[in-house]
């Protein structure tokens, strides 16, 4: 009996000993990400298919901004609004796109688990906003330093009337700085 008692404490000495603590830089908090943030990267990869006035649609492309001046700051009242400006360039098969912008919308957050939860936030396309509130899952960060966050949408918007069924899958990529 006394063996086997030695060798179960031996076998949890190794299991515990193998278990690494969290320690407070292994997760991140809502009170971490509250202040003000540069955007440093907000890209996007995208397809589209379906039909649009009865024709065939098959498209794809991308866009990344660049010369950014922009601010995400989050308020400890669960409000975020945006400031500054970018340069966004979408570059399809067929052609490249390059215009100056501002801001990225304003809106509400809230974070849980590794999951920052925005509404408000703007499409490139400026012809509105997401729809339902963007889950942007936590990818990587540093305490107090940066943030790497990414969401991905797939939605099917139609219009019997005029022929439209169009379907878009996108993965948008986002950095943010201190």
């Given at each position: 009996?006394?063996?086997s008692?030695l060798?179960?404490?031996s076998?949890?000495?190794?299991?515990?000993?193998?278990?690494?603590?969290?320690?407070e830089?292994?997760f991140?908090?809502?009170s971490?990400i509250i202040?003000?943030w540069?955007?440093?990267e907000?890209?996007?990869?995208?397809?589209?298919s379906?039909?649009?006035?009865?024709e065939?649609v098959?498209d794809?492309g991308?866009?990344?901004i660049?010369n950014?001046?922009?601010?995400?700051?989050f308020?400890d009242?669960?409000?975020?609004q945006?400031?500054?400006g970018f340069?966004?360039?979408v570059?399809?098969?067929?052609?490249?796109?390059i215009?100056d912008?501002?801001?990225?919308?304003t809106g509400?957050?809230?974070?849980?688990?590794?999951?920052?939860f925005?509404?408000g936030?703007?499409?490139?396309?400026?012809?509105?906003?997401f729809?339902?509130?963007?889950?942007l899952v936590?990818?990587?960060?540093?305490?107090?330093?940066?943030?790497d966050?990414g969401t991905?949408v797939?939605?099917?918007?139609?219009?019997?009337?005029?022929?439209?069924r169009?379907r878009?899958?996108?993965?948008?990529?986002i950095?943010?700085?201190?």
């Amino acid at each position: 009996m006394s063996k086997s008692l030695l060798s179960l404490f031996s076998l949890l000495l190794l299991l515990f000993s193998a278990c690494k603590d969290k320690g407070e830089d292994d997760f991140l908090t809502e009170s971490d990400i509250i202040g003000t943030w540069q955007i440093t990267e907000f890209d996007n990869a995208y397809q589209l298919s379906g039909t649009f006035a009865g024709e065939p649609v098959d498209d794809q492309g991308e866009s990344r901004i660049s010369n950014s001046d922009l601010q995400m700051i989050f308020l400890d009242n669960g409000r975020w609004q945006s400031t500054g400006g970018f340069t966004l360039t979408v570059t399809t098969p067929e052609e490249q796109q390059i215009s100056d912008r501002t801001g990225m919308g304003t809106g509400t957050w809230s974070f849980s688990q590794d999951t920052l939860f925005v509404s408000g936030l703007q499409h490139y396309n400026e012809t509105g906003y997401f729809k339902d509130r963007q889950p942007l899952v936590l990818n990587g960060f540093k305490r107090d330093i940066s943030l790497d966050l990414g969401t991905t949408v797939d939605v099917t918007e139609s219009d019997e009337n005029y022929g439209i069924r169009i379907r878009t899958v996108s993965r948008y990529d986002i950095s943010m700085e201190r």
